[in-house]
């Protein structure tokens, strides 16, 4: 089979079982996604979903945040991993909002990179979800999955895996076939113990049909 072939039944599978995904971030604006974005770095989105209501009661825009202190946020924050550093990502990415963007978030990948706390698959995460735009944000499922299924070969690390992906999924399809590995690899191909059972690409997958082969010669 070609890759052309695979990530044709891999997309038209997907579109069968998963015709709704979306990300389970809750937010009501693109700033309120981007702070969520920031916050769930090693983060689950459960626990970023507890901490929000609370932050955007207190910081509900950019020029609120930007003018926090960190005492402020971290107390808000200190449940997520890594808060000290997104205490300072947070306050300095509200005060480039409100100092060059007029406090509206960019709507490219570019100009967002630009922001503290910001990398590629964040800018790519809000560009796709909040602009629709044809990015694929690569996360650890993402890299894990695409990997197993064997939609990527030999990618060394999250760019190399979005090149891949980027030039075999259709531009109209990527914004969800993020969420479709994401969810993917949330759910069903965890890193440990992966549900091969009640998985629906076992029939393409290089890792189950490496599994399966090393159980039988043993």
Known sequence: MTRKQLFKNVLSRFQETMP?????LKYRSPYELLVAVILS?????????MI??????????????SLATSEEV??????CSYPNNKTKHLIGMAQKLVGD???????????????????????????SVVFNQPTIAVDTHVFRVSERLGLTQNARNP?????QLTRYIPENLRSIAHHWLILHGRYV???RAPKCD???FTEWCSYYAHQFTSSKST
Request: charged share 30%; proline share 7%.
């Open 20 to 24: 709704v995904a979306e990300t389970e």
């Open 41 to 49: 770095a090693q983060c689950t989105d459960k626990r970023v979903n």
């Open 52 to 65: 929000t209501p609370p932050f955007f009661e207190r910081f509900p825009n950019a020029e609120l945040l």
């Open 74 to 79: 971290f107390e808000l924050i200190r449940t």
């Open 101 to 127: 963007y007029d406090s509206e978030v960019p709507d490219t990948v570019e100009e967002l990179m630009k922001l503290p706390g910001v990398g590629r698959k964040t800018a790519n995460v809000i560009a």
């Open 159 to 163: 760019l190399e895996t979005e090149k």
């Open 189 to 191: 191909c965890t890193a």
């Open 198 to 200: 009640s998985c629906k």
